[in-house]
């Protein structure tokens, strides 16, 4: 029903009477229709009317839905940020565990002084009621490199250093002086945080899931679990003139300087950067797509905001009532997001400091929709009552938003297909690498090994490993069908640096083969049978081309020699019969043999006639070289193996003879190899594909948006130009204008800046959009001329 003030004509009932009532009653959209009405006929509407309608809410009900699962997928990427920061922050407390203490480096000890450097260090320490702490990095048995938690190593008198011993992390202790005295008392293979076997733990640690974890134990267990007695130790306890006479013995004991015990030789840092890159990708397009969402909302709302405004409400009244919704629901992700963080960190109590943790987090959510809807509200403070009814809609403040947004995702394109292009050229480069390779696509490569018992190894600690490899490969090598080839190309770079080493260099770039004398012998590469049986009594012999000169041979014979003195001195588990007697013979040779280059930079040769080749065999190896022997890669791998001698000599029960089944080496064949480098490319095209599709996605949506944010503005000057017959490119000028200068500018910069991904995209995208721009201009027009003729 809608009541009408008296005086009112009969043309002017008739016409408020097209409108139907039941609008007025079913919600605001119908008091809107009435005051527009009653504005056209210069009535006053009388506010105390009996005229019932019921709010309609702000919001379209899509848009209500989008919202709530942009918040969502926001408090879940904060979530995932907050895990990926804790879990940072805890490993290094972890590292920096203990903070008031003294540190001794031993790396390098020989096998046969490590027990009694260890005994000796032990011993001072006790008697000084001291205590020593060691921290491991601890690798996921699944990947090699990837560091998950920490092994701690405890010995000594705990109870007399309870502040130095005690290990604290966001309010909660982790360990005290109690917990870890109960483990000294305890039997060797117990541990505090679960390590290999539950039933060893006496107590559980706080740990973060997915990330950080520790285990502590027993330093003499650390020891026998590690196999080395190489790391950091930090003690406690002593003075200062206690702890110098500890690092003199210990150096009169071992051999090593006291400022080498002193000085750490290696550090590393581990994050998980993916993770936190995923994360960080997907906040920042919920924010934008929070953004444009709450901004044409905005809009949508403008004649609901001018009647709003003159029945006496404020602007930033009706921006809260519009928001309210969304701002309260980020509140809500508060609780999600501690959840998650709860769930993520395993036995931490919930203390106060770990509550503001993750609750300074949510903030971060209820920031960014509190901005996302600032810029919305600022559409609402631009805009005068009656031109909100009559939606004259001042297209500035849109226009610039969308503008922003929209060169905003083109930019982030251009970066997306920079980024992308790296895959791409791997992708092609692993083509090429196949074509070039392709003589020797079923020779076998090292491609993953696990760390097995021996963690220490691969943290660098302890070269037991490589000795495990080193005495496999011994007891096969001059097998039919294994072989060491390693091709490197040294470049003038490379000669600079030995000049400074060295003070002494060859005179031009060369290419260096190591391998051994089967493998020479099959490449058609004739080795005298004298040469072979000095080799393997452990003389290093080097075959340099005749066609060098006197000189450069003289430059070569003199770097050769003190490399692999050099190299010689290296001390670890892999001790040969060179490193006993220091033989080093050289020889020429006329080059006639093209030998293949085992090269993976395209612009370099895949074969080569005049390498300078040492003649590699167990016997004459430095420890440099024997450790080499588990490089993994295809350019790296020096060991390479026939199908048939990989089928004998590296099965479990093999590698059983020489403790390699726990490593489980994986020696796969070089078109395998290469294909798994591709689908591993192929992974990352396809998820920077995803991310480009996406964006590519927001800025059709955001062309789209300009277009029809245009349209409301101008819909009687659209109608008359399409009336009279104007091309739409001229009818809806601003857009296409903005939309071809920013694709233009665009394709210029992916092309300027030589990226082919960038450039295929913005050109595909700026054609896509112009004949989506064409065909909605074309709809939008041609509603708008039906209507104007309707109307008159």
């Known amino acids: 029903m809608v009541w009408l003030e008296e005086g009112w004509n009969i043309s002017e009932r008739a016409a408020i009477c097209r409108y139907p009532s039941s609008n007025c009653i079913l919600g605001l959209p119908g008091l809107i229709r009435h005051i527009c009405l009653s504005i056209t006929t210069n009535r006053g509407i009388s506010i105390g009317a009996p005229l019932y309608f019921c709010q309609e809410k702000p919001m379209q009900r899509w848009m209500n839905i989008v919202i709530v699962l942009l918040l969502t997928l926001m408090s879940v990427a904060t979530a995932m940020l907050s895990l990926s920061t804790l879990s940072d922050r805890y490993s290094r407390i972890i590292s920096d565990y203990p903070q008031q203490s003294r540190s001794i480096f031993l790396t390098d000890i020989a096998q046969e002084s490590s027990d009694s450097a260890l005994d000796l260090l032990k011993t001072r320490v006790a008697g000084a009621h001291g ?386 004398p089967n493998y020479l012998t099959d490449q058609g590469f004739a080795i005298p049978q004298g040469i072979m049986n000095r080799t393997k009594r452990g003389e290093r012999i080097f075959l340099i081309p005749d066609t060098w000169t006197a000189r450069q041979r003289t430059a070569m014979e003199t770097y050769q020699k003190l490399d692999s003195e050099h190299n010689a001195e290296w001390k670890g588990s892999i001790v040969t019969s060179y490193m006993k007697h220091r033989d080093i013979s050289f020889v020429t040779y006329h080059p006639s043999v093209k030998l293949f280059t085992w090269n993976t930079d395209g612009t370099l040769p895949n074969w080569t006639t005049d390498p300078v080749i040492l003649v590699c065999t167990p016997e004459n190896m430095t420890p440099f070289e024997g450790e080499n022997l588990s490089a993994v890669g295809l350019e790296n791998s020096m060991i390479k193996l026939s199908e048939p001698a990989a089928q004998r000599y590296t099965t479990r029960r093999y590698f059983a003879q020489y403790h390699l089944e726990d490593n489980n080496p994986q020696y796969i064949p070089v078109d395998d190899f290469i294909a798994g480098l591709t689908k591993t490319a192929t992974q990352t095209i396809q998820f920077f594909g995803l991310a480009m599709a996406f964006l590519a996605s927001l800025e059709l949506v955001l062309s789209i948006a300009m277009c029809r944010i245009f349209a409301a503005t101008y819909r009687t000057r659209i109608a008359v130009k399409r009336l009279l017959g104007y091309p739409l490119v001229s009818i809806f000028a601003p857009t296409f204008l903005t939309v071809i200068l920013v694709s233009t500018i665009s394709i210029v910069i992916a092309a300027f800046i030589h990226s082919m991904s960038a450039f295929a995209f913005t050109t595909l995208l700026a054609v896509l959009q112009t004949v989506i721009l064409l065909s909605d201009a074309r709809r939008i027009a041609t509603k708008e001329l039906a209507t104007m003729i309707a109307q008159e």
């Open 131 to 516: 205590a020593i702490i060691r921290t491991d990095s601890k690798l996921a048995d699944n990947d090699e490199g990837a560091a998950c938690g920490y092994l701690i190593g405890v010995f000594g008198d705990a109870q007399r250093h309870p502040d130095d011993m005690r290990l604290t992390a966001f309010g909660s202790t982790v360990l005290d002086a109690t917990t870890l005295s109960k483990l000294l008392r305890a039997e060797q293979h117990a541990t505090l945080g679960l390590d290999q076997n539950r039933a060893d733990m006496i107590a559980d640690l706080p740990n973060v899931r997915y990330g950080t974890s520790v285990t502590v134990m027993q330093l003499d267990r650390l020891t026998e679990r590690s196999g080395t007695v190489n790391g950091e130790y930090r003690i406690i306890g002593l003075s200062q003139s206690q702890y110098d006479a500890l690092v003199s013995s210990l150096s009169a004991a071992t051999g090593i300087s006291t400022e080498r015990l002193q000085q750490p030789l290696h550090g590393s840092d581990t994050t998980d950067n993916l993770q936190r890159t995923i994360a960080e990708c997907l906040l920042a397009a919920a924010t934008i797509l929070l953004t444009v969402i709450l901004v044409l909302g905005a809009y949508q709302q403008f004649s609901t905001l001018g009647i709003h405004i003159m029945l006496g409400w404020s602007r930033i009244g009706y921006a809260w009532m519009v928001y309210r919704p969304m701002l309260l629901w980020s509140l809500v992700t508060l609780p999600i997001i501690a959840a998650c963080v709860f769930w993520g960190v395993t036995s931490f109590p919930i203390s106060g400091q770990l509550t503001a943790y993750c609750l300074t987090h949510g903030i971060v959510v209820c920031a960014l929709a509190l901005l996302a809807a600032c810029l919305g509200s600022c559409v609402f403070l631009t805009v005068h009552p009656v031109d909100a009814i009559r939606n004259r809609i001042s297209k500035r403040g849109l226009l610039v938003v969308l503008v922003i947004l929209y060169c905003c995702s083109s930019g982030a394109l251009v970066a997306g297909g920079t980024a992308m292009d790296s895959p791409m050229r791997e992708v092609q480069h692993l083509s090429a690498i196949r074509a070039s390779w392709s003589p020797y696509r079923s020779m076998r490569l090292l491609y993953h090994e696990t760390p097995g018992t021996n963690q220490s190894s691969f943290t660098g600690q302890s070269s037991e490993h490589f000795k495990e490899t080193y005495d496999w490969y011994s007891s096969i090598a001059g097998q039919k069908g294994v072989y060491i080839a390693n091709m490197t190309h040294y470049n003038e770079d490379n000669l600079q640096s030995w000049k400074a080493i060295y003070h002494a260099a060859p005179e031009q770039p060369f290419w260096q083969l190591d391998a051994s």
